[in-house]
């Protein structure tokens, strides 16, 4: 950040009075600019037994294999914000079971919210966001060529709780440099 989206002046990195991390702060017109981690909400559908995965049409990562998962928007929920880049991926329509993952992405500011859901009826096609819609068994999971470390561990956990017949809230934490740690909440 150059500017103060308050006045226009520029701004100063330092650490505010009564903080404890340095801010962009406008000397002008004291305005603290703060920046949060992005929130990343999305689902694991499944139907038959299968998981439901997006080919993306976007970068980043175009072409490789997804769950449907996006930026929440202002002004809604992180179920409601799961249900919709599931509408917006994947032309399909879930019903929200539980929150199952829970990932700080630290080195890029993110946390991604993974619910598991169903998909009642077989009933999805691509989008503008993406290439190709399909039901994948464990088998058949493209673990290659999956977009995101956050898909595959979520993708992993989601098989290995399948065959113990439970799905506890995992709490994930990677860092760019560190081995993802895993905490179970049941």
Same mark, same amino acid.
Request: net charge negative.
């Given at each position: 950040m150059k500017f103060c989206t308050q006045c226009g002046e520029s701004v100063e990195r330092r650490i505010p009075e009564g903080d404890n991390? =340095?801010?962009h702060v406008c000397p002008a017109c004291g305005t603290i600019h703060y920046h949060n981690p992005r929130i990343i909400a999305g689902c694991l559908p499944?139907?038959?037994?299968? +998981?439901?995965?997006?080919r993306r049409a976007i970068e980043p990562r175009l072409g490789y294999w997804t769950l449907p998962a996006g930026f929440m928007e202002n002004g809604e929920t992180t179920e409601a914000a799961a249900r919709r880049e599931t509408l917006e991926e994947a032309c399909a329509e879930v019903e929200i079971d539980t929150l199952y993952t829970l990932t700080s992405i630290v080195h890029v500011n993110q946390v /991604?919210?993974?619910?598991?859901? /169903?998909?009642? /009826?077989?009933?999805?096609?691509? #989008? =503008? $966001? #993406?290439? =190709? +819609?399909?039901?994948?068994? $464990?088998?058949?999971?493209?673990?290659?060529?999956?977009?995101? =470390?956050?898909?595959?561990?979520v993708l992993r956990l989601y098989f290995e709780d399948r065959r113990r017949g439970r799905f506890p809230l995992r709490h994930i934490d990677i860092d760019r440099d560190a081995t993802p740690s895993v905490r179970i909440h049941d």
């Open positions: 991390r =340095e801010r499944i139907h038959d037994g299968k +998981v439901l995965l997006c /991604q919210l993974i619910y598991l859901a /169903q998909l009642p /009826q077989p009933r999805f096609a691509p #989008s =503008e $966001e #993406s290439l =190709e +819609v399909r039901l994948f068994d $464990e088998a058949e999971i493209p673990w290659d060529e999956l977009a995101f =470390e956050t898909i595959r561990q």
